[in-house]
Nanobody, 124 residues
Framework: QVQLVESGGGLVQAGGSLRLSCAAS????????MGWFRQAPGKEREFVAA????????SYAGSAKGRFTISRDNAENTMYLQMNSLKPEDTAVYYC?????????????????WGQGTQVTVSS
């Protein structure tokens, strides 16, 4: 089992920034691709960003590219999502997830473990 706990969400004005953290415990963290997803009310959960186990390879959804940065610290078993230039449409519950895949994956079905989520609200 891998336990994931997100933190860092909150209320921010449009144009502002937030940094989300995902602390992992339990089974091996460093061998897994990790990802961030989000779910807005009435919408399906969607991919935001993913990072390979080494941290070298990253992937972003089009909506996140150029504004969000995913990173990880395997020594600290922690993953981050730096979000800049936030927009009201970024409002959602953000989830971190861990996959048994070593390659980058974006489908929710390929992630085995999920955190409880952290709310991000961007006001206009």
């Amino acid at each position: 089992q891998v336990q994931l706990v997100e933190s860092g969400g909150g209320l921010v004005q449009a144009g502002g920034s937030l940094r989300l953290s995902c602390a992992a415990s339990g089974r091996t963290f460093s061998g897994r691709t990790m990802g961030w997803f989000r779910q807005a009310p009435g919408k399906e959960r969607e991919f935001v960003a993913a990072i390979s186990w080494s941290g070298v390879i990253t992937s972003y959804a089009g909506s996140a590219k150029g504004r969000f940065t995913i990173s990880r610290d395997n020594a600290e078993n922690t993953m981050y999502l730096q979000m800049n230039s936030l927009k009201p449409e970024d409002t959602a519950v953000y989830y971190c997830a861990a996959s048994s895949q070593m390659n980058i994956v974006v489908r929710t079905s390929l992630y085995d473990y999920w955190g409880q989520g952290t709310q991000v609200t961007v006001s206009s």
